[in-house]
């Protein structure tokens, strides 16, 4: 498996073959502060890359959450409902959000975990 | 000092006066209403007699903080003492005892005032007609948008996307989305301002219209906003004005007079109508020529010396509101007009403008002010500063509920990290503005001498830090049907029947 990728809109995506399994980054979880509640697809859905799929609500503001990639949803953690604070606590790991069949190429301004750190330098 | 729930004060024998019995036999309720709809045993409501009833209410009501009381700096919501004359022209009897279903001949006073009351707001805002139905801000932009759709449906168009920017309060994309638009976001600038190259990108014939907060909710002018109104033009879309922060010019420019073809105001923020606390709100959408004929009805017209109400206009998006809109707000708006003049709005406006730069520049160095001013009505800080002493926007907004004052808007506009933001009005003296900048000053020194005792505040207020992640968590997961948690703190015992 090759390392994440990144969006700049703060997604992560760990690709593996044709599958992909995306989350918010820790740097977006910090910013946003006790993840309250989230809104997601239901398996099954297409999506676009770039194509807002849900919502994260913390107790500060509500942020869309966009694909990185297009493709279909194969699988959503549902864990999530009931323990919304498993994307501060592990976001790359048990608080990942979708599992996603990919159709096509991946996106050419997916950012690897350097150039992405280096991108929330500037955001700071 | 804390006050119990009417609840937990219920005693069970209690009651308030009793009515005499009626004098015409009771109908069985199953026989009006169907079976299933019928509760199987009364609703368990307090029982308390009169007396408890009023001081249970008059303590909480001293428990409440208003803008009569103290200073409310909340930024971006305009927040403005309400004069109590306004209070006394609406409390007339030619008002208060009218109803909407008379003979427009019996109530020409009425519309007489919504028809001065629109022309008023014309020259204010520098268009051609005004509605004052809408209920509220956000109903005002749904307003304008359906005019907008309608406008660009007689032309055979049929324009699917509306533009907002990023720094855009909720509403706009909301409103948007609830009109059947899709929303897209357009980028702010470095310097806090729409970027035009953005813009360009984003506009396409698909665009019916551009939503816009001028100034923005920055608090900063959008200078550019002349080639704005051409580009959006030029692709044939509009240009909607949201008029959140019409406080900060009024009598100086005119957002007719920057292109804009649909302006919406805000009575209970601009005309100091009441604000919070269920208002209710008032709208009123103004627009250009073009969209006149789309205005909601009907419309008040003068007809030879008469005034009329306008039901016979067939391009009109229809009512958007029962009866004339929240018409007891109409005489509020109208009479601050009247004991304003036109000098007096315009030097409203120039003393919230300057008071919010004082503000603004007493601020700078205590916490970070990440835009370049000067500022229009209002300003944007941020805690950032603060973050290496475990200190946030939160810790400082609960710090100032400590040292008596309303906290500012905090976390918005989102563009900005940890931001706090102020809008101090121009009723208040240099004195409360100082008071205010001399409490920032002592939380921030707090903040670095002895963040642990900022982190417990406020506790000498009736409630201390409330869990907000706890409960936010608790309440979607009840919703969600994953607990069965209760939201109350009351819960009626087993055996307590009424």
């Known amino acids: 498996m090759a390392g994440r990728l990144y969006t700049r809109s703060h997604e992560w995506l760990a690709v593996e073959g044709k599958t992909a399994t995306a989350g918010i980054t820790d740097f977006a979880q910090s910013q946003l502060g006790d993840v309250v509640f989230l809104e997601l697809p239901n ?13 994260v609500e913390s107790v500060k503001a509500a942020s869309d959450l966009y694909s990185p990639v297009t493709g279909r949803v194969t699988a959503v953690n549902d864990k999530l409902a009931g323990k919304p604070e498993l994307i501060n606590s592990d976001p790359y790991g048990d608080g990942w959000i979708l599992k996603l069949e990919l159709s096509g190429e991946l996106p050419r301004d997916l950012m690897d975990e350097a150039a992405y750190k280096q991108f929330t330098e500037s955001q700071k | 000092m804390t006050e119990p729930l009417s609840f937990e004060k219920s005693r069970p024998n209690a009651h ?53 009381e103290q200073f409310y700096p909340l930024g971006s919501c305009t927040m403005k003492y309400n004069p109590v004359a306004n209070e006394a022209a609406a409390a007339l009897p030619g008002f208060t005892a009218i109803h909407p279903y008379q003979d427009e001949e019996t109530v020409q006073g009425a519309l007489e005032l919504m028809w001065r009351l629109e022309h008023a707001l014309c020259a204010v805002v520098g268009v051609d007609r005004v509605t004052l139905q809408p209920a509220a801000g956000a109903h005002g932009e749904w307003t304008a948008l359906r005019m907008i759709q309608a406008f660009h449906r007689s032309h055979g168009e049929a ?5 907002v920017p990023d720094s855009a309060h909720g509403t706009n994309p909301a409103s948007a989305a609830l009109s059947g638009f899709q929303v897209v976001e357009v980028a702010s600038a470095p310097d806090g301002r729409i970027s035009l190259a953005d813009l360009e990108a984003k506009l396409s014939p698909r665009v019916a219209a551009l939503m816009l907060t001028n100034p923005n909710t920055l608090g900063l002018f959008e200078r550019d906003i002349l080639d704005i109104a051409e580009l959006v033009h030029n692709t044939g879309a509009k240009l909607y004005y949201d008029g959140a922060n019409l406080n900060a010019f009024m ?16 009575l209970h923020k601009t005309f100091t109508t009441p604000h919070g606390g269920g208002g209710p709100g008032a709208g009123p959408v103004g627009v250009k020529a073009e969209l006149v004929p789309f205005l909601p009805k009907p419309t008040v017209e003068r007809l030879n010396g008469q005034l009329k109400l306008d039901f016979k206009r067939p391009q ?26 036109g000098d007096g709005l315009t030097q409203a406006s120039m003393d919230a403008v300057l008071s919010a730069n004082y503000l603004r520049k007493r601020v700078e160095g205590l916490l970070d002010v990440p835009h370049e001013g000067p500022c229009m009505h209002e300003f944007v800080a941020s805690a950032r500063n603060l973050a290496p002493n475990g200190i946030k926007a939160l810790d400082v907004a609960k710090g100032l509920l400590e040292r008596d004052f309303y906290a500012p808007t905090i976390y918005f506009p989102l563009v900005v990290p940890e931001a706090i933001m102020v809008e101090p009005t121009e009723t208040e003296s240099k004195a409360t503005l100082d008071a205010f900048a001399a409490a920032i000053k002592e939380i921030v020194q707090e903040a670095k001498e002895q963040p642990e005792k900022l982190h417990n505040e406020p506790h000498s207020l009736p409630v201390g830090r409330l869990d907000e992640v706890a409960t936010a968590r608790r309440i979607n997961a009840y919703l969600q049907g994953q607990s069965e948690d209760p939201i109350l703190r009351w819960k009626p015992a087993p055996n307590e029947a009424c």
Request: glycine share 8%.
């Open chain 1, 43 to 55: 398996p099954g859905r297409k999506l676009a890359a770039g194509e807002s799929f849900g919502v």
């Open chain 2, 16 to 68: 308030a006066p009793r009515l005499p019995d009626a004098d015409v036999a009771a109908e069985e309720l199953d026989r009006v209403l169907p079976r299933e709809v019928l509760r199987s045993r009364p609703p368990t409501l307090p029982r308390l007699s009169e007396p408890e009833v009023m001081r249970h209410y008059s303590k909480l009501a001293s428990m409440n903080y208003s803008i009569s």
């Open chain 2, 316 to 341: 009109s998006i229809g009512r958007v509101r029962s009866f004339y809109g929240n018409f007891g707000m109409l005489v509020r708006a109208y009479t601050y007009i009247l004991a304003m003049g």
């Open chain 2, 251 to 266: 009598g100086v420019c005119r957002p007719g007079d920057m292109g804009f073809d649909a302006v919406h105001m805000n």
């Open chain 2, 159 to 163: 324009r699917t996307e509306v533009l």
